[in-house]
């Protein structure tokens, strides 16, 4: 398979935003409403007394140009992690948002909805921003052609995929959870680095389209239930 036959389809830059999701610039009304509602219901879920919200924000492709048939809705409820008054803030968190988001299989225009809870003190390198609370752009995208080096992203997410299918097939849950962290580690030093345009953020998506992160945390369940078995 050529580089660019891996790139084209999971890596994408257009003219416009996603007209079923905008109109024009503007975010459209059924889609923040649906937005909205679905917010209330997972702060509902979260059952954190007199939880404090700060603002609902959509990050990622469908914020930008770079959209493409896997995008989903990144739907960050932000809150000050301060509040919560434990030292397991950020673990809690994502805890209930990976149940919620393991249960629940909602789509909006065809977009599956991401759930996130961020820290109003996050740091974030999204080239677009909206807040859906104000209906308003916090970081308006700039439409800038990339310059996307095809053989280099292919030829890392080739790389993480063998590495994947090796640690898969070990069966060590302490080798998997350290492709884990390397794979993180790897991605967040590229957006640092040159942002979402990055080849470790395209190599990235990539293997995560193909399913390749779900099979890496499918099969660290796997170990470990062999482990306590």
Known sequence: MKARDLVKGNIA????????????????????????????????????PNFKLVDVILRGSLVNYNYTQYSDFDLHIVTDYATLGCDITEQFYMAKKRIWNDEHDITIKGYEVELYVEDVDAKNVSAGTYSV??????????????????????????????QINRARRSNDEQEI??????????RQAG??????????????????????????YKAKNTAIDNKLS
Do not use: C
């Open 13 to 48: 830059y257009h003219h416009t935003l996603n007209q079923d999701v905008w109109d024009g610039d503007e975010l459209r009304v059924d889609v923040r409403y649906k937005l909205l509602e679905i917010a209330k219901r997972f702060i509902e879920y979260l059952e954190v």
């Open 133 to 162: 609370l104000d209906s308003r752009w916090l970081r308006t995208p700039k439409h800038e052609d990339p310059n996307i080096d095809d053989r280099a992203v292919s030829a890392k997410a080739r790389d993480l995929m063998t």
């Open 177 to 186: 959870q350290r492709l884990q962290d390397k794979i993180k580690n790897m």
């Open 191 to 216: 957006l640092d680095r040159a942002g979402e345009f990055s080849t470790e953020n395209l190599a990235f998506k990539i293997i995560r389209n193909k399913g390749y992160l779900d099979k890496l």
